[in-house]
């Protein structure tokens, strides 16, 4: 390092510490850099089309680009190049005071957190300077590689394609003084739904417009050319405009290029200093104007179309991803971060003008660092239903799902197959599909509650989106198409879990499962849903819950309705099924996670105890506890209702996660519960949620689940097809006692 470089970093500002190269001034620096464009007082850029706003838009760009790949770097890990083609988007957004900024590509994560730096929100995480943030960087407790709920000023999550456009939408809805851009990579483009949800959104909710899409078009995905790197500006401009977009603003880097560049996607970096400006001013302007549109009640998306890879050490694919030996010392990481290095006045001005855009630190402005004011519910109209009555445990949760949407107009309802065909009409019939054509048939209307485009990634993202960012929501499904909706759920409630405020858990019932639809065939009989959610109860914010009858699935709701930073799935019938619990015997069970239905009371035989989740499952096992009983055995029959309860406390990650539950079922209450002679534990789904029971059991035990799915006329044939027959549990208790 030369004498000259080696002084110009000590006169580095204090943050900067850690940053290895300093640049030479740049044109005209002293006339359109001397003060910083957004002035003391104010949180954004004051005129769009000024010059001097158009200078530091490109700073700011080129601040983000040399953080991102010094921070990359730093670790020789992490995914620089995506984020270095939407920079001066980025910049751009923020100081026209845009800050409240979501991402669906977790790739973009350096490029977030550089940003986060620069406007003091790691101040939170104790990081003041570059060198801390690079030490923290793909560590443990610091900047995980894609984002997460837990970085203080990012709104949500990202990793998963597909999902930042349910954030932002979700954000509109609840702020809707506050424009919410998302950006979108062209990779990304070919996730399923992304397009077709937004269109659905728009024409399901019409006024709201103030969330804008910002697709960065940058002719590249990870490892190849995007596929829509061929569409020329006229075809993308019909794709969005297809999609129900009115306003198509784009920025075609290569209308700058004076350097005579191959191919469609120019690289700004190599344009001469002017042009560099003009292409900055240009998108200045033109996400002033898509912002405004959009604000203003037209549907809008912004695309920046520049060379993925701008500004780093490469281009294309082959900027995504740095491996170990792309080091700070490697050459051309070196030699890319010296073109990007600042002049050594520009990095506080950058700072100061990110500070003060959207009128402060993201970490202190951003909607998700408050907790969202929540409309009070008082207390939900629970039925109770007599004992021995047969009821529909789905339509009696309905009916509180009604009353929650009648107490809290921001509560939604999502469903892509509709409420009617789970047993569940009276949502609709409380709350209304929301549709521009009003329809009392269908119960269908413009200002409605229900929410039902016809897949389950836009109901389960909408859902999610809004309890992420603090509203109420119920994702309601055919558990046999939820597949495509499970992602969101999973990375919604993991942010949950590292969130540093509270907010409603996000809350799923799957219904019509897989003992209920064998005439449908494989398609309805997905099972493997409930196996999902119990996989994931070891984290320590997940609840899978079983209620046996249409009392139990009261209480289960309102528990879940009240509860803060889980994730809550419901799993239940839509058929008439036997009420076997009291309203207080349910709040029992929801409590200490399992609860006897049934206890032989007489006789001394072996005891046969019989574990079960679901509840048309109990049929055939209440029909076994009559042969059993026949033969001498007593029986004792459990409902395995909240099974995250029934583990030991070293088994759940419950003390690492926001709003920790430490409650779990004491050794003398298990064993009161499941000791016997012989344990049975039965599931009309997966085995894996009676996993604590089988865990904790010291009897010999066994396990009846579900095997696979057939065509078949009733839920008892399809039972019998998979074994769960009163007949075979019978025989294996039997046979246990004999072991």
């Not at 344009?271 to 292409?279: H, I, L, N, T």
């Not at 001005?349 to 402005?365: D, E, F, I, K, Y």
């Not at 583990?647 to 016997?676: C, H, I, K, Y």
Request: proline share 6%; net charge negative; hydrophobic share 40%.
């Amino acid at each position: 390092m030369s004498t000259v470089a080696a002084e110009a970093i000590h006169r580095l500002p204090k943050f900067c510490q850690g940053i290895q190269h300093s640049g030479e001034s740049w044109p005209d620096f002293d006339r359109h850099a001397q003060q910083p464009v957004i002035a003391d007082g104010q949180s954004a850029i004051s005129d769009p089309q000024d010059t001097r706003a158009a200078y530091q838009t490109l700073l700011a760009a080129d601040a983000l680009r040399y953080l991102t790949l010094h921070l990359t770097g730093s670790k020789a890990s992490g995914h620089p190049g995506g984020f270095a083609s939407s920079a001066e988007a980025y910049a751009a957004l923020a100081l026209l005071g845009h800050t409240n900024i979501v991402t669906e590509v977790g790739h973009h994560a350096p490029g977030f957190y550089s940003a986060m730096f620069l406007d003091g929100s790691l101040e939170e995480m104790g990081i003041t300077t570059v060198e801390q943030m690079c030490e923290r960087f793909r560590e443990r407790d610091g900047l995980l590689g894609h984002l997460s709920g837990a970085i203080p000023g990012l709104l949500s999550p990202a990793g998963p394609l597909g999902q930042g456009q349910h954030f932002a939408m979700a954000g509109a809805m609840l702020h809707p003084n506050k424009l919410f851009p998302f950006t979108l990579g062209d990779g990304g483009m070919g996730e399923p739904y992304v397009l077709s949800s937004m269109m659905h959104f728009h024409t399901a909710y019409p006024k709201i417009t103030n969330f804008l899409p910002v697709l960065v078009w940058n002719g590249y995905s990870q490892e190849h050319h995007s596929m829509v790197s061929r569409m020329n500006n006229a075809e993308m401009t019909a794709y969005w405009r297809g999609h129900g977009f009115e306003e198509v603003v784009l920025v075609d880097a290569k209308a700058f290029d004076d350097c005579a560049q191959e191919g469609a996607y120019a690289d700004s970096s190599r344009f001469s200093f002017g042009q560099r400006v003009a292409f900055a001013g240009a998108v200045l302007s033109e996400a002033d104007r898509a912002a405004k549109l959009a604000l203003g009640g037209t549907r809008t998306v912004f695309i920046i179309k520049q060379m993925k890879g701008t500004g780093v050490h490469t281009v294309g694919s082959k900027s995504h991803n740095l491996y170990p030996g792309d080091t700070l010392d490697t050459p051309h990481i070196a030699e890319a971060l010296q073109r990007r290095a600042l002049p050594t006045g520009a990095w506080d001005l950058v700072r100061t003008n990110l500070q003060r855009a959207g009128g402060g630190p993201a970490a202190r402005t951003s909607v998700t660092e408050s907790i969202l004011d929540l409309e009070p519910l008082g207390e939900l109209p629970l039925q109770e239903f007599e004992t021995g009555d047969k009821q529909v445990p789905s339509t009696a949760m309905g009916a509180l799902v009604g009353a929650v949407g009648k107490a809290d107009s921001r509560f939604v309802v999502t469903n892509a197959d509709g409420n009617e065909a789970s047993a569940m009409k009276n949502i609709n019939e409380a709350l209304t599909i929301r549709h521009p054509t009003g329809d009392d048939l269908y119960n269908q209307g413009p200002d409605g509650q229900v929410y039902e485009p016809l897949n389950e990634d836009a109901c389960a993202g909408l859902a999610a989106g809004l309890a992420l960012f603090g509203s109420r929501s119920l994702w309601l499904s055919y558990e046999s198409f939820a597949i495509n909706g499970l992602p969101i759920v999973q990375t919604v409630t993991q942010a949950m879990a590292e969130l540093r405020r509270r907010t409603p858990s996000v809350v799923t019932m799957f219904t019509a499962g897989a003992l209920e639809q064998g005439r449908n065939g494989w398609t309805h009989q997905r099972p493997e849903v409930e196996n999902y959610f119990a996989a994931m109860m070891r984290n320590g914010n997940v609840y899978p819950l079983f209620p046996c009858d249409a009392n139990l699935i009261q209480v289960a709701y309102d528990w879940a309705v009240n509860s803060y930073n889980k994730g809550v799935a419901i799993f239940a019938s839509k058929s008439p099924l036997p009420v076997r619990t009291t309203l207080e015997e349910g709040r029992q069970a929801m409590e200490q996670g399992a609860i006897t239905l049934y206890e032989s009371d007489s006789g001394s035989g072996p005891v046969a105890v019989i574990a079960a989740t679901g509840d048309m499952v109990f049929l055939p096992i209440f029909e076994a506890r009559d042969r059993l009983e026949a033969e001498g055995y007593r029986v004792r029959i459990v409902a395995v209702v909240n099974p995250r309860r029934l583990f030991r406390p070293g088994d759940v990650a419950w003390d690492t996660v926001a709003e920790p539950d430490s409650q779990f079922m004491e050794p003398d209450a298990f064993n009161a519960l499941f000791a016997g002679d012989a344990l049975l534990g039965v599931s009309g789904g997966p085995s894996a949620c009676l996993e604590p029971v089988m865990l904790r059991s010291r009897a010999p035990r066994d396990v009846f689940a579900w095997k696979r799915g057939e065509t078949t006329a009733s839920p008892g044939e399809i039972m019998a097809f998979n074994g769960i027959t009163a007949e075979a549990m019978a025989s294996r208790i039997q046979q246990l006692m004999e072991e």
